[in-house]
């Protein structure tokens, strides 16, 4: 019996009119999204980030040469306000890990750039990032992550729906 199962059956025992089957299942994601976070905000911080600024430089990173993207770009994949964007490109700019450079096409506009040492951080904190959610991932077989992916695609599919 796991720490939900303790929480279901004194549900069950004060309120047994009601369903809590459903508590069992958010509230296993829950302690499962925390115990990942702690262990890759571990990795975040081995390389000097939070996953916030892990977030923009991936993004960046990922986009492809020349790793450059609009400040609008980067928002709308991060789901974040323009304060907060702005403030994380800042945080990343005095760390030398971001530039603003003119837009190659609109010298009106800015995009941001990975430096050099921003190119790196990425890169290595990527690396051990994908190590990390490996190592989380290990107790399942191939199978099992395979069907649970499948379960979490359906399930996040109808949540994002609504």
Not at 93 to 103: A, F, S, T
């Amino acid at each position: 019996m796991d720490p939900v199962d303790k929480i279901l059956a004194q549900w069950n025992r004060e309120r047994p009119d009601l369903d809590v089957a459903p508590m069992g299942l958010i509230g296993r994601l829950k302690r499962i999204s925390q115990h990942l976070s702690r262990e890759m905000d571990k990795t975040f911080a081995a390389h000097g980030l939070n996953h916030a600024s892990f977030d923009v430089l991936a993004t960046l990173r990922r986009s492809g040469s020349p790793y450059s993207l609009s400040p609008g770009d980067l928002l709308a994949t991060m789901m974040v306000t323009s304060g907060t964007m702005t403030n994380r490109i800042d945080q990343l700019e005095k760390g030398g890990l971001v530039e603003r450079l003119r837009h190659p096409e609109d010298g009106r506009s800015v995009v941001i750039s990975l430096t050099d040492k921003g190119f790196a951080t990425i890169d290595a904190a990527v690396r051990e990032h994908v190590e990390t959610q490996a190592r989380l991932v290990s107790g399942l077989s191939e199978r099992e992550s395979k069907s649970l992916n499948l379960l979490l695609a359906r399930f996040l599919e109808n949540l994002e729906k609504s």
